[in-house]
């Protein structure tokens, strides 16, 4: 095959239909024959049965990628049966444009950009399956076919509109990519080639369209500035690359099984982002990234296949929300656990305040997107309030709520059907130095790679190699003390043992845990108001004074041991 596949492609290639059987006249614009046409040419009988085939291929591949693009994102079984006959088709269509691509090209006027636009539909399916598994190898899959249209410069022959468009959705759509298996040099590489793409663009389009691909490349550029903001250099000041997902040596195992109940996997995440004025790509703001790169194992060392299934919904409604909540206790199986993570802001609804019966406060997570300064009774359906989440919590539940100024600490949420539930909750407000969203939450930023985190509060942009190395082995043993407090902790919460079964659940958990031990040293973060919270409570106390030395320790590695107090 012309391009690796980490599905199988179907080799069999039989025609679609008869020669008589035409679904309907298909126009392929860009000078390619008409069925009405074909029939015309001077061709054997046997070269236009090919063409025809082709061309019906090529439309029903089509219709099946519009049908499955539309299927809703949650609900496994229909969306696999999509998938399936989907790919089937694309791998036909593929293998077939290979095996007659001389016809094609002389009988039929086959063009290099629909060999492109093939291409990149098969890599959208990749990406597809990605989202709907979190398996990253699909990932890669769609890197490679990315990748492949790229070097054989496959939209380089464009030359109307619609072509120039879509050539700009490939290179944003491989953007993605890039940033998700974390191409840094291939994202700046791209990043330039887009920016000559849209201002050969703006000499033919409108000013409107032209300023939104103008914005798309400049929330690139916030996103993957706030990415880089703490870089890692070698002795040479070359950049080392470095991966986030889940690796052996990040892993804290347990010897033994900790909870007496039988032990639980974390099988599905929902990430919700609200936040306004956050760096994002496309819709995943760079919380979400962060969070939905944290549940994913690193696949050249782990099976990738046992990845939670991750479920992304930027700025949505509170019904989608919910909705989304219900299928998704459709979909857990037994012994399963869900992790919920809310990235916005909470607000108070005024109007609540004297009418309590249902909720034992008027604040809430705000959905709205409008100017919340403003009465208006549609206030009440665009809040989310801890008592919303409780009929949803019907299965092992990690909760975070990553808030900008929370004055609600969300401690309604309350298990009520015996099942573990631990909420981890962000401070009520920062340090000023820390505020603004430009890189991110600070909260999220801990759970996602927390020697970045304690680099950041410690004003250090750039760490040589070796002080990353030695401070991520200090990280490293700093999370297995703080599992072991709590493994032998007689104030520990029965819903945090059996929580931290899942390697998952426990990364977040342990590194949460270690947030608030640093920012509890930090001289900048002086008051319980810029601590994180739990629900139900861990012992810090406990924890402080086992792990102390340790964090004095990675501070005075990044030289920075005066803003901790000893």
């Known amino acids: 095959n012309e391009y690796k596949s980490y599905l199988r492609m179907n080799d069999n290639t039989d025609t679609f239909m008869d020669n008589n059987i035409l679904i309907h006249k298909l126009l392929i614009p860009n000078g390619n024959l008409t069925y009405e046409q074909i029939a015309t040419q001077d061709m054997s009988g046997g070269e236009k049965k090919l063409i025809n085939d082709f061309v019906y291929m ?113 290179y944003a759509r491989f953007l993605v990519v890039a940033l998700l298996v974390n191409k840094l040099d291939l994202v700046s590489e791209l990043r330039e080639e887009l920016r000559g793409l849209i201002e050969e663009f703006s000499h033919t389009h409108s000013t409107r369209d032209v300023d939104e691909w103008k914005g798309i490349l400049s929330e690139l550029s916030s996103f993957t500035t706030a990415l880089s903001h703490v870089s890692v250099n070698r002795a040479d000041t070359s950049p080392v690359s470095l991966t986030h997902r889940l690796l052996p040596e990040n892993m804290v195992e347990p010897q033994k099984h900790l909870s007496p109940s039988s032990p639980i996997k974390l099988e599905h995440a929902l990430i919700v982002g609200m936040k306004m004025g956050q760096p994002k790509m496309t819709e995943l703001s760079i919380d979400m990234f962060r969070i939905g790169t944290t549940l994913e194992r690193n696949p050249k060392s782990l099976p990738t296949s046992a990845n939670p299934v991750k479920q992304f919904l930027y700025k949505p409604t509170a019904e989608q929300v919910l909705c989304s909540l219900a299928e998704t206790c459709n979909d857990l199986s037994h012994h399963s656990a869900q992790l919920i993570y809310f990235s916005g802001c909470c607000i108070e609804y005024k109007e609540m305040a004297g009418n309590q019966e249902a909720y034992s406060s008027c604040y809430g997570l705000s959905f709205s997107h409008r100017d919340t300064t403003k009465k208006s009774s549609e206030y009440s359906r665009e809040l989310l309030h801890a008592e919303d989440l409780n009929p949803f919590l019907r299965y092992p539940t990690l909760l975070i709520i990553d808030c900008d100024d929370l004055n609600y600490d969300f401690s309604n949420v309350s298990p009520a059907f015996k099942q573990p539930v631990l909420t981890l909750i962000s401070p009520k407000c920062i340090p000023h130095a820390f505020k603004g969203n430009d890189l991110g939450s600070l909260l999220t930023m801990f759970l996602h790679c927390p020697l970045m985190a304690f680099s950041m509060i410690c004003g250090v942009q750039t760490l040589k190699e070796s002080q990353y190395r030695q401070g991520l082995k200090l990280l490293n043993n700093t999370l297995g003390e703080i599992f072991a407090v709590i493994n032998t902790s007689k104030t520990t919460h029965s819903h945090l043992i059996q929580l931290i079964d899942d390697p998952f659940l426990r990364l977040l958990i342990l590194r949460f845990i270690f947030c608030r031990a640093v920012l509890d040293l930090h001289t900048a973060f002086k008051t319980e108001e810029y601590y994180p919270m739990s629900s139900p409570k861990i012992n810090m106390a406990e924890v402080i004074v086992k792990i102390r030395r340790n964090i004095i320790s990675m501070a005075n590695v990044l030289e920075s041991v005066i803003l901790f107090s000893e």
Request: glycine content about 4%.
């Open 58 to 170: 090529l439309e029903k591949s089509k219709q099946l990628f519009t049908q499955l693009r539309n299927l809703p994102q949650h609900g496994q079984y229909n969306w696999q049966i999509h998938f399936s006959r989907t790919f089937d088709c694309f791998s036909k269509l593929w293998k077939f444009q290979q095996d007659h691509r001389t016809l094609l090209d002389t009988k039929y006027g086959l063009r290099r950009w629909q060999i492109g636009e093939i291409a990149s539909r098969i890599g959208q399916l990749y990406y597809h399956y990605y989202l709907r598994t979190s398996d990253t190898s699909y990932l890669h899959e769609a890197l490679i076919f990315y990748l492949a249209i790229r070097q054989r410069n496959y939209y380089g022959d464009v030359d109307d509109d619609i072509m120039q468009v879509k050539r700009l959705r490939y």
